[in-house]
């Protein structure tokens, strides 16, 4: 899930080193607005589900008997829409917030304040983080609030406040959900083996069928902060198996999967391999469910994978023909392509940099995704080509601090780490 925004009168600047989330008025929670003894019942099993990585079709029955047990209980048509897949899920939501209207306030706050990431804006689901923090200062005693919000700070790049939240759900009552987030602590802190072992313990009180992304792409991340490509790839090949098994594939195609393993390859020498995963990813799209444009979206980034790759191979022209048919698309894209700039300018520069032209790569990649910190690499090694060391130095140091959650972190850390040890 992703992300979040300003601190308003939480104060989340603070929380990592105060005890954060004080407790507030005593037992303030949610009241749910059902008289259904079955729907609150339902409720509790379909949450602790989704706290234990338990995903797929089986969720989406059980949100349907939720519903069934009360048409009009907000929370129920809301968590329905949470477990559909696609267009379905927008439609469900925009019913629960008409419901939520006769809810009781936080019930209703909650399911307005989510809009931003429910209806699928990309970034713009940082918008949702005020809104869910003041949830938080009112309802000090309503578990839910923080496990979302941990979530959106987390894909806010906000690490040490997400882990105030999550330390604050936890007291409110441990889940795998909530300790396999806070095992991301120790990735950042440089204790890989510490946080495998966290991972691992997740991993062992699971119950059967369970798909545990977290995990899973923790223990990636582990592995390729120390160097360990190949345990790398393990971890998410055994993701996709779990996947596959429990039907998710059928809900959202297993193209993310295949894609980290491409970037993990490329990024490693190993060419022909990255090549051939980007494409086994884009298989899964075409007779997906997924909308025109997000299949469009990810036909784009199949010709962003295959530009990079086809640049480290030296095949520079190709390459350049990869990023103009990126270039195009954003272009005919119209206003929707527009968020897709500073990821051509990635890619732009990406190629400049291995055609050796470090002055077009910096160009680029001065108008690429500035907190990314794979972007920020190549800006960095961009630099160093230009002889600009104290240029290089500084962005190098901004990528060792960088509290980034995805992929691109343990991918630019260890470079970045070494050559300011070097300096």
């Given at each position: 899930?992703?992300?979040f925004?300003?601190?308003?009168?939480?104060?989340?600047?603070?929380?990592a080193?105060a005890?954060?989330?004080a407790q507030g008025?005593a037992?303030?929670?949610f009241e749910?607005?059902?008289r259904?003894?079955?729907?609150?019942t339902?409720?509790?099993?379909?949450?602790?589900?989704?706290?234990?990585f338990q995903?797929?079709?089986?969720?989406?029955?059980?949100a349907?008997k939720l519903?069934?047990?009360?048409p009009?209980?907000?929370?129920?048509?809301?968590?329905?829409?949470a477990?559909l897949p696609?267009?379905?899920?927008?439609e469900?939501y925009?019913?629960s917030?008409v419901?939520a209207?006769?809810a009781?306030?936080g019930e209703?706050?909650f399911?307005?304040?989510?809009?931003?990431?429910r209806?699928?804006?990309?970034?713009?689901f940082?918008k949702?983080?005020?809104?869910?923090?003041a949830?938080?200062e009112d309802y000090p005693?309503?578990r839910l609030?923080?496990?979302i919000l941990?979530?959106?700070?987390n894909?806010?790049n906000q690490?040490?406040?997400?882990?105030?939240?999550?330390?604050?759900?936890?007291?409110l009552?441990?889940s795998?959900?909530?300790?396999?987030?806070l095992?991301?602590?120790?990735?950042?802190?440089?204790?890989?083996?510490?946080?495998r072992?966290?991972?691992q313990?997740?991993e062992k009180?699971?119950?059967?069928g369970?798909?545990?992304?977290p995990?899973?792409?923790?223990?990636t991340?582990s592995?390729?902060y120390?160097g360990?490509?190949?345990?790398?790839?393990?971890s998410?090949?055994?993701?996709?198996?779990?996947?596959r098994?429990n039907g998710?594939?059928?809900q959202?195609?297993?193209v993310?999967i295949?894609?980290?393993?491409?970037r993990?390859?490329?990024?490693?020498g190993?060419?022909?391999?990255a090549?051939g995963s980007?494409?086994r990813g884009y298989?899964s799209v075409?007779g997906?469910?997924l909308?025109?444009?997000q299949?469009?979206t990810?036909l784009g980034r199949?010709h962003?994978?295959?530009?990079?790759?086809?640049?480290r191979?030296?095949?520079?022209?190709?390459a350049?023909?990869?990023?103009?048919?990126?270039?195009?698309m954003i272009?005919?894209g119209?206003d929707?392509?527009r968020?897709?700039?500073?990821?051509y300018?990635y890619?732009a520069?990406?190629a400049?940099?291995?055609?050796g032209?470090?002055?077009?790569?910096?160009?680029?990649?001065?108008?690429?995704?500035?907190?990314?910190p794979?972007?920020a690499?190549?800006?960095?090694?961009?630099?160093?080509?230009?002889?600009?060391k104290?240029?290089a130095?500084?962005?190098?140091?901004?990528?060792?601090?960088s509290?980034?959650?995805?992929?691109?972190?343990?991918?630019?850390?260890?470079?970045?780490?070494?050559?300011?040890?070097?300096?």
């Open positions: 899930m992703s992300k925004r300003g601190l308003g009168l939480v104060a989340l600047a603070a929380l080193s005890p954060a989330f008025p037992g303030k929670r749910w607005t059902t259904s003894t079955e729907a609150t339902l409720l509790a099993e379909l949450q602790s589900r989704i706290e234990s995903v797929g079709p089986a969720n989406v029955e059980l349907k519903v069934a047990a009360d009009g209980f907000a929370m129920g048509a809301y968590y329905l829409s477990v696609g267009p379905e899920a927008v469900q925009e019913k917030r419901l209207k006769n009781s306030d209703r706050r399911i307005e304040g989510m809009r931003h990431v209806l699928n804006q990309g970034l713009a940082r949702s983080i005020p809104a869910l923090e949830l938080a005693n309503e609030i923080f496990v941990g979530q959106l700070l894909g806010d690490a040490d406040a997400a882990s105030a939240a999550f330390r604050r759900a936890q007291q009552g441990r795998p959900r909530i300790d396999a987030f095992a991301a602590d120790d990735l950042l802190k440089d204790r890989y083996a510490e946080a072992a966290s991972y313990a997740v009180s699971l119950p059967k369970s798909v545990p992304f995990v899973r792409f923790g223990v991340f592995h390729l120390e360990g490509v190949d345990a790398a790839i393990k998410l090949e055994t993701y996709l198996s779990e996947y098994a998710l594939d059928q959202f195609p297993e993310f295949w894609n980290a393993i491409a993990i390859q490329l990024e490693n190993r060419l022909q391999d090549l980007y494409a298989e075409p997906s469910g909308p025109e444009d299949k469009q990810w199949l962003h994978g295959k530009c990079r790759v086809l640049a191979m030296g095949k520079h022209a190709e350049w023909s990869e990023a103009e048919t990126v270039k195009k272009i005919d119209g929707a392509g968020q897709y700039w500073p990821a300018h890619l520069g990406y400049k940099l291995q055609a032209d470090a002055a077009a790569a910096i160009e680029h990649l001065l108008q690429a995704d500035p907190n990314d794979f972007h690499l190549l800006l960095a090694r961009a630099y160093e080509s230009a002889g600009r104290g240029d130095k500084k962005v190098y140091e901004k990528i060792v601090s509290q980034w959650p995805g992929i691109e972190r343990p991918l630019a850390y260890p470079e970045a780490k070494r050559k300011l040890m070097a300096s």
